[in-house]
Structures are given as structure tokens and as C-alpha cells.
């Protein structure tokens, strides 16, 4: 069984491709490390759907703004991702204030490890 569902892919798609623009939406440039060649196999024929891309990577950027905002004015806030796959979300966000605990499904835990190790 694969644990990694192709919607995972092709958010993450969506998101590599938008922070590969001059005008990124939600700058999410950790999004390429996790897009190998099933990822990508599974993200190509999503390229030209621009509307459903769009409101993807505009989703995540009013999510993101609203928790950046919450965490700002509490720091101590928590923020728990729940088996949320590719999500970078706490790399991404207050790194100077948020300390993120996530929640993975087993399969996905080693190599998400392997992929964010470095950063």
C-alpha cells in the first residue's frame, strides 16, 4: 500500500510551481523537495488547469496569513499539522516564534525526515 495519496502530490505540485513564479503567491520553496518522479507524473497533467491551481495556492496563502497573524500576537500559541502529507507549513510560518508538532502517518514520517533535514 502507498501511503502517499496523489492529492499530497498534487497540492505540493501546485505549490512548487507557484514559488517558481517572480510573483509567488505563497513562497513555498520547500514544496520541490518532496516532488520526485511519481510526484511529478502525477502533478503534470494538472499544469494547465489554472483556476483550481490558483484557488489552491490562494487557499493556502489566507491560511497562512491568518496563522501568521494568530501566532504573532500570541506566541505561545500551538499549532498541531495532522496527517497533513507534504504540508511545510511549519517550516514556513513565525519560525522565530513557533515550535511545531507533527502529527504523520508512519509511512510518510522517514521521508519527510530525509527531505526536510537540511533546512
Given amino acids: 500500500m502507498n501511503t502517499i495519496s496523489n492529492t499530497a502530490f498534487y497540492c505540493?505540485?501546485?505549490?512548487?510551481e507557484d514559488a517558481e513564479r517572480?510573483?509567488?503567491?505563497?513562497?513555498?520553496?520547500?514544496?520541490?523537495?518532496?516532488m520526485d518522479e511519481r510526484g511529478m507524473k502525477i502533478f503534470e497533467p494538472f499544469t494547465?488547469?489554472?483556476?483550481?491551481?490558483?484557488?489552491?495556492?490562494?487557499?493556502?496563502r489566507i491560511?497562512?496569513?491568518f496563522?501568521?497573524?494568530?501566532?504573532r500576537k500570541n506566541k505561545n500559541i500551538n499549532v498541531i499539522t495532522i496527517g497533513?502529507?507534504?504540508?511545510?507549513?511549519?517550516?514556513?510560518?513565525?519560525?522565530?516564534?513557533?515550535q511545531s508538532l507533527s502529527l504523520l502517518v508512519a509511512g510518510l514520517?522517514?521521508?519527510?525526515?530525509?527531505?526536510?533535514?537540511?533546512?
Fill in 67 to 71: 496563522l501568521n497573524g494568530e501566532i
Fill in 109 to 119: 514520517l522517514r521521508g519527510r525526515i530525509n527531505q526536510m533535514q537540511y533546512l
Fill in 63 to 65: 491560511i497562512d496569513d
Fill in 12 to 16: 505540493c505540485g501546485v505549490r512548487m
Fill in 22 to 34: 517572480n510573483r509567488s503567491v505563497c513562497n513555498d520553496h520547500y514544496a520541490k523537495r518532496f
Fill in 48 to 60: 494547465s488547469e489554472t483556476m483550481p491551481n490558483i484557488s489552491n495556492i490562494t487557499r493556502r
Fill in 84 to 98: 497533513a502529507g507534504f504540508d511545510t507549513r511549519p517550516y514556513r510560518l513565525a519560525r522565530e516564534f513557533i
